[in-house]
């Protein structure tokens, strides 16, 4: 449309521009990112500091581990926005070796856990993931949920009265503040404001400083003073091997979580073989080890938003600066808003849908009690792995019972001289366990046709047993026909039959 003064001048809204757009939500991501890493930073203090106690080291072992952990992984891992650092799963494993041979020697083992696992990553041990079934992975998320919370009950016992109304105004804002705006992560508007209020009105309430020293310098390259022997080799590598294994399936529980909440996927063996790298790394710097952090993870990603490496990577520079440049001001952070973002983490962590009656009436019951079982080994050793190893072999013999319930023989004469034995199901060594005894060796007549068409063979143990019905009918002067097998469970049969050593 012209007017008198030329063509008419649309005003121009900088947000319909792509690029403009682009630099907001990137600006809005950076900030996100960054608050995010602020608040796992403060977060993790006081967790690094009772690490430390578990493995028997100074608090500043465990702060730089801690540190090192989380800046390595943020470059080298393979799960974005995961959080790694000073765990209580790894101190538990290491502390007899600091109990008993020293700091030098923790390190040295720290530093060969690291290379075991990156050893075991490129081996596939990622690839084991798949077989934890989602039972397994709804406990271990509600295990986390008790132990975060339980975590926090040593700071609500015996300490100033004035300690449960800040609990209680911190997680009144950290329910209603997300309501109202998120321009600023509401743990750290509560880590803030509580600490405001203790040092305005001079509260006594336990603060971060009453945890442990803080470091006064930088971490700095350490090597171990230990004997370079095998007698070294061969007294360190158990608890290596027992650390790298734990850390390995901790993170990798925690990777596959976070990959479930923000529904993207990521590189396990990568993940894997980046806490290797990170725990090399760690040691080198004097460092207790680490693996990934579920809770500061839980508080990451799904209550502050985090969904880049930059989060993980701020963590711990900010961490490096809080207590190494501002070790004064963090130590006057009360723990009772550490305790109150803590208590907001579990009960977002927890799946609730899981345990609603209705769900629970709908769900198998062997489905209900594999997650009972990882929770309840979890919760009971306050170790995450244990609870889901103990999980996963729960699944896979209620897994072995059910299918082994699902075999069937049925027997037809075909003739006079002749009998079939149509047998249904897959056969392995649970299903196949007891198939010896439904056969009638004595009454059936001189020929006898086993077919298993509408069955498959997955393992030796079957073979054996067939192999001992065989031997049974020959004893009676009677021949065995097996028909119907193709593919693998046919070449299975052909190749080990026979050969297994005798009568099952």
């Not at 602020?38 to 203090?45: D, M, N, S, T």
């Not at 009453?210 to 360190?236: I, K």
């Not at 059910?402 to 075909?414: G, K, S, Y």
Request: with cysteine; aromatic share 6%; glycine share 8%.
């Amino acid at each position: 449309m012209n007017t008198p003064h030329g063509p008419e001048q649309v005003p121009h809204d900088p947000r319909t521009d792509v690029s403009v757009r682009f630099a907001l939500r990137s600006t809005a991501r950076l900030k996100t990112e960054l608050l995010a890493g602020l608040v796992v930073a403060l977060a993790l203090i006081p967790e690094a500091i009772a690490f430390s106690v578990i493995a028997g080291v100074d608090p500043r072992v465990g702060l730089f581990a801690s540190v090192t952990m989380a800046i390595t992984i943020a470059i080298v891992g393979g799960r974005p926005a995961m959080i790694s650092a000073a765990t209580a799963a790894v101190a538990l494993v290491i502390a007899p070796v600091s109990e008993q041979y020293g700091v030098d020697h923790l390190i040295a083992t720290v530093i060969l856990g690291g290379i075991f696992q990156v050893l075991l990553s490129f081996l596939g041990v990622a690839k084991l993931m798949r077989f934890v079934p989602r039972s397994v992975m709804v406990g271990f998320v509600n295990s986390l949920a008790i132990l975060v919370f339980v975590a926090q009950i040593p700071h609500l016992v015996d300490v100033p009265w004035m300690v449960y109304p800040l609990v209680a105004a911190g997680l009144l804002v950290l329910v209603f503040l997300p309501k109202i705006t998120e321009a600023v992560p509401a743990p750290l508007v509560t880590i803030v404001l509580l600490t405001v209020v203790t040092v305005a009105f001079s509260l006594n309430v336990p603060d971060v400083a009453d945890q442990g020293e803080l470091p006064e310098s930088l971490p700095s390259l350490f090597f171990p003073d230990v004997p370079l022997t095998f007698e070294t080799l061969r007294t360190l590598a158990p608890y290596a091997l027992a650390m790298a294994l734990v850390g390995l399936m901790e993170s990798l529980m925690t990777a596959k979580l976070v990959d479930d909440i923000t529904d993207t996927r990521s590189d396990k063996t990568r993940e894997g073989w980046g806490q290797g790298i990170a725990n090399i790394v760690t040691g080198f710097f004097g460092g207790m080890g680490g693996c990934a952090v579920v809770g500061q993870t839980m508080m990451n990603v799904k209550v502050s938003g985090a969904r880049t490496r930059l989060s993980t990577l701020a963590a711990g520079v900010f961490l490096l600066i809080l207590v190494v440049a501002l070790g004064d001001i963090v130590g006057l952070v009360p723990m009772a808003a550490l305790v109150a973002v803590m208590i907001m983490v579990s009960i977002a962590t927890v799946d609730w849908h899981s345990v609603h009656p209705r769900t629970l009436r709908l769900m198998p019951l062997s489905e209900t009690v594999v997650m009972v079982v990882t929770v309840v080994a979890t919760v009971s050793t306050g170790n995450l792995a244990i609870g889901v190893s103990l999980g996963v072999l729960t699944a896979m013999v209620l897994f072995a019972r059910r299918v082994a319930h699902m075999t069937t023989v049925e027997r037809t004469l075909t003739s006079d001289d002749t009998c079939t034995y149509q047998v249904t199901g897959e056969l392995f060594w649970a299903s196949s366990n007891d198939l010896v005894f439904q056969f009638d060796y004595v009454g059936d007549p001189e020929n006898v046709v086993v077919d298993l068409t509408a069955a498959d063979i997955w393992d030796a143990s079957t073979v054996a047993t067939f192999d001992a019905i065989q031997q049974k009918y020959a004893a009676k002067g009677k021949t065995v026909t097996i028909v119907g097998l193709d593919g693998a469970s046919l070449e299975r049969l052909r190749r080990l039959s026979g050969r297994l050593g005798g009568e099952n």
